[in-house]
């Protein structure tokens, strides 16, 4: 496992160097600057600014100068949040996102994963039905859809819960339902798929011929096998979540990651675009390499090597 580790660290590092290549080259080549349409300012005062924050000199050397801060862990300041850097600024709105993200895949996984399995269980009968219709509508509803209809339902009818901002528990209901929609249509189609497989296999007759109870022959011997593509699923989905949803965030007025990043990217904040698109890919990065060794230690024909 150590081996595994240690392997995988290494080869972050190129991934890491791509994506920060990429996003500075696009960013760089798109119309527009930070500084672009301050019309209130006078031309020598938009001199300045490009002076102050490097962005009036060669391409190649911005380029370069942006590795050698990366280097030593600092993703530059913020053209947008003046006197601010890039590594405060998700330093504080991150918490937020994390928190909205688990609570949103645990209710994806707390739905998704019974409704999954029953719908195995119970297969073409009336509850795998109600189960794979639920997954349809998560899927096929989008968010921009889904929250502003929950919001009118349970905020400006019943008004039963805040139609956005963020504090109390309560301001986190409706966007951790919205956002684990599809998260359960997605959990509960791959358990059942998976279970149905499971259930179909060898060990599990011989369990059912041994007179095990169907409930003992699920909890202990299927379930097991039938959560791995679960597991599998689950890395890049809780590094997209704990990272930052865009539109739930965007909706609820939410400070975390996703609305830095659209304010960012309107405000042609480079360094701030870049910050969070980095921050994403090396959390999306680490969450597979712990799915990696949470899938070896559930399945043991999975080897280290």
Do not use: C
């Amino acid at each position: 496992m150590l081996r595994l580790i240690i392997r995988r660290l290494l080869l972050m590092l190129p991934v890491i160097f791509t994506v920060a290549s990429i996003t500075f080259f696009l960013l760089r080549l798109a119309p527009g600057s930070p500084f672009a349409n301050e019309k209130a300012f006078e031309p020598q005062v938009i001199a300045a600014l490009n002076e102050k924050y490097g962005l009036n000199r060669p391409l190649h050397v911005q380029y370069f100068n942006y590795l050698k801060q990366l280097l030593k862990a600092d993703l530059g300041p913020s053209t947008r949040y003046i006197g601010r850097s890039v590594n405060e600024i998700i330093a504080e709105h991150l918490p937020h996102s994390i928190k909205l993200g688990l609570a949103a895949y645990s209710i994806a996984l707390l739905v998704g994963l019974p409704l999954g399995i029953l719908s195995a269980v119970y297969k073409h009968s009336i509850i795998d039905y109600l189960a794979m219709a639920i997954a349809v509508i998560g899927v096929s509803v989008p968010s921009f859809v889904l929250g502003p209809t929950l919001v009118l339902i349970f905020s400006l009818t019943l008004f039963w819960l805040p139609p956005a901002r963020w504090g109390s528990l309560e301001h986190l209901v409706l966007p951790s339902i919205t956002l684990s929609a599809a998260y359960i249509a997605y959990i509960a189609r791959i358990s059942r798929s998976q279970m149905l497989e499971v259930l179909s296999s060898d060990y599990i007759r011989t369990a059912f011929a041994k007179g095990l109870s169907p409930w003992t022959v699920i909890t202990r011997h299927a379930l097991r096998g039938a959560t791995i593509p679960v597991v599998s699923f689950s890395g890049p989905a809780l590094a997209l979540l704990l990272t930052g949803t865009i539109v739930v965030e965007r909706i609820f007025a939410i400070p975390g990651l996703g609305h830095v990043f659209i304010e960012a990217a309107n405000a042609r904040d480079y360094s701030v675009v870049m910050g969070i698109t980095l921050f994403v890919s090396i959390a999306t990065l680490i969450m597979n390499l712990l799915v990696d060794i949470l899938l070896g230690i559930l399945d043991p024909r999975i080897s280290f090597k």
